[in-house]
């Protein structure tokens, strides 16, 4: 068997979820060297050497890259903080060792407006209505505010408000969530555009799916679609969050989707990719997965929301442990530039966030259901993962956002742990899923429990049929 070394740059469960897939391969001998946010304990236990670099600077890691160069045959960066500050370019530049992820210049969600513009001139039908709102065009708030309002005229309020870029301000904001009045959603705006220009979009009804694909540059090898859970709590309440878990069906489009859907899906991906690709002199610049879009199923046809170039989280759990291929062979797929296609099981997957009492806002919404004396205490994640003696392969832990201390794993601020269940159905994987999570005790963890749920997904499908017929 074929020993390689290969570094993985490493923030929570999505990268984990990476790891496994890369220790578990068949065909080589893989020694990991980790860049990693925290003593995350899968990270640790799986490690040929790993090292914390808590804010994840690129030149950490490129020191790191630089000690163990002779011993990584490539490396792998997950998180979008490395890729946006160029962690390819200098790893690559530094070490000659070759990166998975887009070039920093091609991180397109950098910029909330690049992605607009680009996407309204190569799929315009695609696109949601936008007005982009730059300081330098006004002269006075009072000119923004009669601009804004013009625009809100045009969309009867209904809203989404979007910094071009990550800022101090609050970030997005959608109408009927965030706001109900224009004074409101003005105050939200000015909140970031104090900072720096500002989208205003159409808010668009419809179903959300994630699409997803490898890429060596040349190719897109596409993935099943898989549904985020966003909304922190049951029957999709509550504010939205990084994810409170996701599934994947047995066929590669989703339950409330149509194979023209899909279809359509493919063919947008395709001609951005396409087009987009044939703007950059350079085959190797899109190199990971360039295209993770967010795409809402509307009456109209899909619609993006958005797009980012790293591996969703938690959607590419969903995805890994089910490839039929090795793992580190659909890797140097994307390094040789021969990955066309990738194939993955006919099966469905689930995957269960557990989280802290602060995250969603689930302490202060639900005071009482936490048991304040298991805050901050260690995890027990045993029970968890003696589930793989009934299972066996059917479940995955997946710790993210925990840290090894003195032997035992506490939990810290975001999402602490998934479990994947796997399953011919997905009320099966569901089920597995579920088990797992109930099985993790202690720091007063907290989940979803209706991610993947027969009633939400009728609800989601029933949806669809309603905007159908209006179409």
Same mark, same amino acid.
């Given at each position: 068997?074929?020993?390689?070394?290969?570094? #993985?740059?490493s923030?929570?469960?999505?990268?984990?979820?990476?790891?496994?897939?890369?220790?578990?391969?068949?065909?080589?001998?893989?020694?990991?060297?980790?860049?990693?946010?925290?003593?995350?304990?899968?990270?640790?236990e799986?490690?040929?050497?790993?090292?914390?670099?808590?804010?994840?600077?690129?030149?950490?890691?490129?020191?790191?890259?630089?000690?163990?160069?002779?011993?990584?045959?490539?490396?792998?960066?997950?998180?979008?903080?490395?890729?946006?500050?160029?962690?390819?370019?200098? %790893?690559?530049?530094?070490?000659?060792?070759?990166?998975?992820?887009?070039?920093?210049?091609?991180a397109?969600?950098?910029?909330?407006?690049?992605?607009?513009?680009?996407?309204?001139?190569?799929?315009?039908?695609?696109?949601? *209505?936008?007005?982009?709102f730059?300081?330098?065009?006004?002269?006075?708030?009072?000119?923004?505010?009669?601009? #804004?309002?013009?625009?809100?005229?045009?969309? &009867?309020?209904?809203?989404?408000?979007?910094?071009?870029?990550?800022?101090?301000?609050?970030?997005?904001?959608?109408w009927?969530?965030?706001?109900?009045?224009?004074?409101?959603?003005?105050?939200?705006?000015?909140?970031?555009?104090?900072?720096?220009?500002?989208?205003?979009?159409?808010?668009?009804?419809?179903?959300?799916?994630?699409?997803?694909?490898?890429?060596d540059?040349?190719?897109?090898?596409?993935? +099943?679609?898989?549904?985020?859970?966003?909304?922190?709590? /049951?029957?999709?309440?509550?504010?939205?969050?990084?994810?409170?878990?996701?599934?994947?069906?047995? #066929?590669?489009?989703?339950?409330?989707?149509?194979?023209?859907d899909?279809?359509?899906?493919?063919?947008?991906?395709? &001609?951005?990719f396409?087009?987009?690709?044939?703007?950059?002199?350079?085959?190797?610049?899109?190199?990971?997965? +360039?295209?993770?879009?967010?795409?809402?199923?509307?009456?109209?046809?899909?619609?993006?929301?958005?797009?980012?170039?790293? +591996?969703? /989280?938690?959607?590419?759990?969903?995805?890994?442990?089910?490839?039929?291929?090795?793992?580190?062979?659909?890797?140097?797929?994307?390094?040789?530039?021969?990955?066309?296609?990738?194939?993955?099981?006919?099966?469905?997957?689930?995957?269960?966030?557990?989280?802290?009492?602060?995250?969603?806002?689930?302490?202060?919404?639900?005071?009482?259901?936490?048991?304040?004396?298991?805050?901050?205490?260690?995890?027990?994640?045993?029970?968890?993962?003696?589930?793989?003696?009934?299972?066996?392969?059917?479940?995955?832990?997946?710790?993210?956002?925990?840290? @090894?201390?003195?032997?035992?794993?506490? +939990?810290?601020?975001? *999402?602490?742990?998934?479990?994947?269940?796997?399953?011919?159905?997905?009320?099966?994987?569901?089920?597995?899923? @579920?088990?797992?999570?109930?099985? %993790?005790?202690?720091?007063?963890?907290?989940?979803?429990?209706?991610?993947?749920? &027969?009633r939400?997904?009728?609800?989601?499908?029933?949806?669809?049929?309603?905007? *159908?017929?209006?179409?």
């Amino acid at each position: 068997m074929e020993k390689i070394g290969v570094l #993985v740059v490493s923030y929570g469960a999505r990268e984990v979820a990476m790891v496994d897939a890369l220790s578990r391969s068949p065909n080589y001998k893989v020694d990991l060297y980790i860049a990693d946010k925290q003593r995350n304990p899968f990270n640790v236990e799986k490690a040929a050497k790993h090292v914390v670099i808590p804010d994840l600077n690129v030149e950490d890691i490129c020191k790191f890259a630089e000690v163990n160069r002779q011993q990584i045959d490539f490396a792998i960066v997950g998180p979008e903080k490395p890729i946006i500050e160029g962690a390819r370019d200098q %790893i690559e530049k530094r070490t000659g060792i070759p990166v998975i992820c887009p070039k920093q210049k091609y991180a397109i969600e950098v910029s909330k407006v690049e992605q607009r513009l680009l996407f309204q001139e190569i799929a315009p039908e695609a696109n949601p *209505r936008f007005k982009v709102f730059n300081p330098k065009d006004f002269k006075s708030t009072e000119d923004a505010k009669k601009a #804004v309002y013009l625009w809100l005229d045009e969309l &009867k309020n209904q809203a989404v408000v979007k910094p071009d870029r990550p800022t101090a301000g609050k970030g997005v904001g959608v109408w009927g969530d965030h706001f109900a009045t224009r004074e409101q959603l003005f105050d939200h705006f000015m909140s970031n555009f104090q900072y720096g220009t500002v989208l205003i979009e159409e808010k668009i009804d419809g179903e959300e799916s994630s699409f997803m694909a490898f890429c060596d540059g040349k190719h897109l090898a596409v993935l +099943p679609d898989t549904r985020d859970h966003k909304r922190a709590f /049951d029957d999709d309440k509550g504010p939205n969050t990084g994810g409170m878990g996701s599934y994947k069906d047995v #066929v590669d489009q989703l339950p409330f989707m149509t194979k023209a859907d899909r279809e359509n899906e493919l063919a947008i991906a395709q &001609k951005i990719f396409r087009e987009w690709s044939a703007k950059i002199n350079d085959s190797t610049a899109l190199r990971g997965v +360039p295209l993770y879009l967010a795409f809402m199923h509307t009456r109209g046809g899909p619609k993006i929301l958005e797009d980012n170039s790293r +591996p969703g /989280d938690p959607e590419i759990m969903n995805i890994l442990p089910v490839l039929k291929e090795d793992f580190v062979d659909v890797c140097y797929g994307m390094l040789e530039g021969n990955l066309t296609r990738v194939d993955v099981d006919k099966v469905a997957t689930v995957l269960t966030y557990k989280v802290p009492p602060s995250y969603g806002g689930y302490a202060e919404v639900f005071p009482g259901n936490v048991k304040k004396a298991e805050i901050d205490t260690p995890v027990d994640l045993s029970a968890a993962y003696e589930l793989t003696r009934k299972f066996g392969d059917r479940i995955r832990v997946y710790p993210g956002s925990m840290e @090894l201390k003195n032997g035992l794993t506490y +939990p810290l601020k975001s *999402r602490v742990v998934g479990v994947l269940g796997v399953g011919e159905s997905i009320e099966e994987a569901r089920a597995v899923s @579920l088990e797992g999570a109930n099985a %993790i005790k202690g720091g007063g963890l907290w989940n979803r429990t209706d991610v993947a749920s &027969k009633r939400t997904i009728e609800k989601s499908v029933h949806h669809m049929k309603q905007l *159908r017929i209006q179409a």
